[in-house]
């Protein structure tokens, strides 16, 4: 845990927190923290800054949080996510959010299996938990925006614009040789929308119904890669080809 993450609720006017969970034990045992040691800090979806030990017990650990400045902007890239496996989903909310994606769509497929909507993985209780560990591990304060979605056709054909408007759409699948910078070449400022299938890949009628709203495809090689393993190395070519081209890059 790099940032000691609260909700707005957990804090007194006076910026003053006392922490009793998880994040207390870390910073007693790992951390070692005593009264006057100093500690990232930050809001859920607001600003991050320092904050000063006030009191260790047994019980919790009192804070005293000083804000730095704002929260930062949203991440500009948006994940459209055929559901993977709920043991593969439980552990990929935290890197979702440590990469730093703006809005999560959690979506059916043809090769999705129904029951995989049933689990508790996509409980937003236990969705948010996971995400705040991200958010620690990143030092980031914005949540991602997080939706779940039975029907793909209706999806793309009805949601998806509403949800994530103007965005530069991308579909990656294995069939495609074009690589993700090919892909978001004339993108502009605009958000990037990345659609991830399953392990077995998009179908033909999927393809065909992203490509028609407006996903241009791309590809990592022709490689079958695990949905976690594929859409974390796909989030970093994005995000790479992001900052090159704010740098001045092609």
């Keep these: 845990m790099n940032l000691v993450l609260v909700e707005a609720g957990e804090m007194g006017a006076d910026g003053v927190v006392e922490v009793r969970d998880g994040r207390a034990e870390h910073l007693r045992r790992v951390l070692r923290v005593g009264p006057g040691h100093r500690v990232r800090m930050g809001i859920v979806d607001g600003g991050a800054g320092t904050a000063e030990v006030v009191a260790v017990s047994a019980d919790g650990v009192v804070l005293r949080f000083e804000c730095a400045g704002p929260h930062p902007p949203r991440p500009p890239v948006d994940l459209l996510l055929a559901m993977p496996r709920p043991k593969v ?17 959690v979506t059916n497929a043809e090769k999705v299996e129904r029951m995989y909507f049933d689990t508790h ?35 793309v054909e009805d949601e998806v614009e509403g949800l994530c408007p103007g965005t530069c759409r991308v579909a990656a699948d294995p069939s495609f040789a074009r690589p993700v910078t090919a892909a978001l070449a004339g993108r502009g400022d605009r958000r990037v ?55 001045g890059g092609s």
Excluded at 132 to 142: M, N, V
């Design 121 to 155: 993985v996509l409980d937003p209780g236990f969705i948010r938990e996971r995400l705040i560990e991200g958010l620690q591990q990143a030092c980031d304060t914005r949540m991602p925006l997080v939706t779940v979605h039975r029907r793909l056709k209706v999806l």
């Design 89 to 105: 989903m439980k552990r990929l909310w935290a890197q979702l959010a440590a990469m730093g994606v703006g809005r999560v769509l």
């Design 193 to 247: 929308l990345l659609a991830v299938g399953p392990e077995g890949g998009w179908t033909p009628y999927e393809l065909d119904l992203l490509a028609r709203h407006g996903f241009g495809g791309a590809g990592m090689g022709t490689r079958i890669l695990r949905a976690d393993t594929a859409c974390i190395a796909l989030l970093a070519q994005v995000q790479a080809a992001l900052k090159e081209a704010g740098a």
